[in-house]
């Protein structure tokens, strides 16, 4: 599953993101990682989640995110949640093509059983019609 935290930079995404997967590893029986295109967020993240910062592995375009992201799973055959912080910029992804990098990542969620959540600086409104239903949280 795909589910999406939207609204426009500044309004509090990555505060949500964060409340979410602190409160996901309490219960969760697989692993958890984090990846944020910094270090930042380190201290305010559970220990037993995995932070990777995408930007020390010179990831420059959506498919290069979606091999990355392919690596990481079969690394980790327990790794249950995924948590994508600032979304288009570790994906190299923009608003016109979002669609097709989140269909990919439907179907490697639905294949691997791993559940991914996104923040992603777009308004709702501004989300092609076919998004809409992943938003878990608007800002």
Same mark, same amino acid.
């Given at each position: &599953?795909?589910? @999406?935290?939207?609204?426009?930079?500044?309004?509090? *995404? /990555?505060?949500?993101? @964060?409340?979410? $997967?602190? /409160?996901?590893?309490?219960?969760?029986?697989?692993? $958890? $990682? %984090? @990846?944020? *295109?910094? #270090? !930042?967020?380190?201290?305010?993240?559970?220990? !037993?989640?995995? +932070?990777?910062?995408?930007?020390? %592995?010179?990831? #420059?375009?959506?498919?290069?995110?979606?091999?990355?992201?392919?690596?990481?799973?079969?690394?980790?055959?327990? @790794?249950?949640? &995924? %948590?994508?912080?600032?979304?288009?910029?570790?994906?190299?992804?923009?608003? =016109?093509?979002?669609?097709? #990098?989140? =269909?990919?990542? =439907? /179907?490697?969620? /639905?294949?691997?059983?791993?559940?991914?959540?996104?923040?992603?600086?777009?308004? =709702?409104?501004?989300?092609?019609?076919? +998004? !809409?239903?992943?938003?878990? $949280?608007?800002?």
């Amino acid at each position: &599953m795909v589910q @999406l935290i939207v609204g426009n930079k500044g309004k509090g *995404k /990555t505060k949500h993101l @964060l409340d979410q $997967v602190n /409160t996901i590893i309490k219960d969760a029986q697989g692993n $958890v $990682v %984090y @990846l944020d *295109k910094s #270090t !930042k967020h380190m201290f305010e993240l559970n220990n !037993k989640i995995r +932070l990777i910062d995408v930007s020390d %592995y010179l990831v #420059t375009s959506s498919d290069e995110f979606i091999g990355f992201i392919c690596g990481i799973i079969s690394q980790d055959h327990d @790794l249950q949640h &995924m %948590y994508f912080d600032s979304f288009l910029k570790i994906a190299c992804v923009n608003e =016109e093509d979002i669609s097709a #990098t989140i =269909e990919k990542l =439907e /179907t490697i969620s /639905t294949k691997f059983h791993v559940d991914f959540v996104l923040s992603i600086s777009i308004d =709702e409104n501004a989300l092609p019609e076919n +998004l !809409k239903s992943k938003v878990i $949280v608007s800002l």
